[in-house]
């Protein structure tokens, strides 16, 4: 089984990281009931207990320490407020000293600052940090980063490791999960942070999977709407899994203040913890990470992918209501299931996989694909651009959920409004001066205008639809 290194940089980073490692124990320990350490484990954990060989790894009851595994990832922040709370928690014990890079200062929301000044200070460090997760690997497959592009420590270091990791590990999978900010942000430099950042992985991650604050918060409030409780905190609780309980499969992370970010990073979380499931767990129709690079990037630069998750409320902690398989399917190409504000329906598809867990057959796969493909725009020379995926195992708390990734010209609409707004700035050359302390004016421009080109040339596929 292929194994993943997670790299998790900056605030954002890790704290969509830490809902992702504490959701992924949960599954595990839903599923791996006998403790025993196996393939499905050996994706994202190292078997650290080697007296105890493959078994009698601590798992399921939410209470015990783990002893018997560690995290294939990396923590990396230039400050160290998060860390040091991740430290704190039971999540602490997946992860060694040697596992977590930490700066005093920040980046002071400045991409400069993280992607030329810590970049080079930090890299043999990170770079041997790395080093040393894939050498416990047996066949490292991929990469995860995840990061803001609003800040700058994620945004501009992110950005530089995204960078060594193709020249250091050119032939391992570069997945890029990315936040872009809202408008009514507080990061005021943030369109420079994403504009710079974004033109970076263009050039370097094989695949990005772009999200939006906007969209996730939307996300959010459209689940408490369509969630059952008695009271306005229950139905909150029910996906920001508030402090009270233990929220966590082998460790859980304990009672604990809930974070205005929760809901909205389990949401970013879920993607990750969907995405990878055919790696994880057995299926009829695995499909392979390898898979979704091949058949959903047809040319390297338009490599970024948006998702959607259906039924919404598999994002809860909750019941579902009965609901029709089918209604799943749709919902998952509707505008308000995606996870950037964008209208696939209308908009042209490059490619589209979906990602099917639980209880569905071949057949209602089929029969969905079917049925969609005639209200769906392909581009002429990829009519037939579907890649479907079966994985029986369900997600912890509903009997089914599906993931659609797709190749969409719509996520040019993200970009636009990102290059508006860093334009907005740029043309007064308000707080330029902080980047140009670190790189040429000239940088920024051709950052931007590589932006530029991607939006055309999203455009152009647009236009060629039949
Ligand atoms: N969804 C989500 N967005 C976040 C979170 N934390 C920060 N952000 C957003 O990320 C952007 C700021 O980036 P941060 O990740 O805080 O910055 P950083 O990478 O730590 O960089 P510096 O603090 O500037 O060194 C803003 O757009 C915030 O709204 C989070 O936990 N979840
Ligand atoms: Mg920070």
């Given amino acids: 089984m292929p194994n993943s290194i997670v790299i998790q940089v900056g605030q954002c980073g890790n704290q969509i990281g830490s809902r992702f490692w504490d959701m992924v124990l949960q599954e595990h320990a839903k599923y791996n009931r006998k403790g025993v350490y196996d393939d499905a484990l050996a994706t994202f954990f190292r078997n650290v207990n080697e007296k105890r060989g ?89 990469f995860f980063m995840i990061g803001s592009l609003g800040g700058g420590t994620g945004s501009g270091l992110g950005s530089y490791i995204c960078a060594m990791l193709q020249d250091e590990f050119p032939e391992v999978y570069r997945f890029y999960a990315t936040v872009s900010p809202s408008e009514n942000d507080d990061v005021v430099t943030s369109p420079y942070n994403s504009i710079l950042s974004l033109s970076k992985l263009i050039d370097t991650a094989d695949c990005v999977l772009p999200m939006e604050n906007q969209a996730l918060l939307d996300i959010y409030e459209r689940v408490i709407a369509q969630t059952q409780g008695p009271s306005n905190r229950q139905k909150k609780s029910a996906i920001t899994d508030s402090g009270n309980s233990t929220f966590g499969g082998m460790c859980g992370l304990g009672p604990r203040k809930s974070h205005p970010f929760d809901a909205m990073n389990n949401i970013a979380a879920n993607l990750l913890m969907n995405m990878t499931s055919s790696m994880r767990f057995e299926g009829t129709m ?99 651009g579907w890649k479907t995926g079966l994985c029986s ?46 790189i040429d004016v000239g940088d920024i421009a051709s950052s931007a205008a590589n932006v530029e080109e991607l939006i055309h040339e999203y455009s152009l596929q647009e236009r060629n639809r039949k």
């Fill in 54 to 142: 493959a078994r009698n790894i601590p798992v399921g009851d939410g209470q015990k320490k783990i002893t018997g595994l560690k995290g294939r990832g990396l923590l990396i922040d230039m400050e160290e407020g998060v860390v040091n709370q991740i430290r704190k928690s039971p999540l602490s014990e997946l992860f060694d000293d040697e596992q977590q890079i930490t700066s005093h200062s920040g980046s002071g929301n400045n991409w400069a600052v993280g992607h030329c000044l810590y970049g080079p200070e930090y890299r043999d460090a990170i770079l041997e940090g790395v080093r040393r997760q894939a050498e416990y690997c047996d066949a490292l497959q991929s």
């Fill in 286 to 384: 695995n499909v392979d990470i390898n898979d979704i690079v091949t058949n959903l990037v047809p040319f390297p630069r338009l490599k970024f992918l948006i998702s959607s998750m259906t039924p919404l409320y598999t994002l809860a902690n909750v019941k579902p209501p009965p609901r029709r398989l089918d209604q799943m399917f749709i919902d998952a190409f509707s505008r308000e299931s995606q996870l950037i504000r964008a209208d696939p329906k209308a908009s042209t598809y490059l490619a589209c996989a979906l990602i099917a867990r639980g209880n569905i057959e071949i057949s209602d796969l089929r029969r969905n694909v079917e049925r969609m493909a005639s209200h769906l725009t392909f581009v002429p020379w990829n009519q037939e």
């Fill in 393 to 438: 195992v369900p997600p912890v708390t509903q009997p089914y959920c599906l993931l659609s990734l797709a190749n969409n010209c719509c996520v040019r609409q993200s970009f636009s409004d990102l290059h508006l707004r860093f334009k907005k700035l740029y043309r007064r050359k308000a707080n330029l001066h902080h980047y140009t302390e670190h």
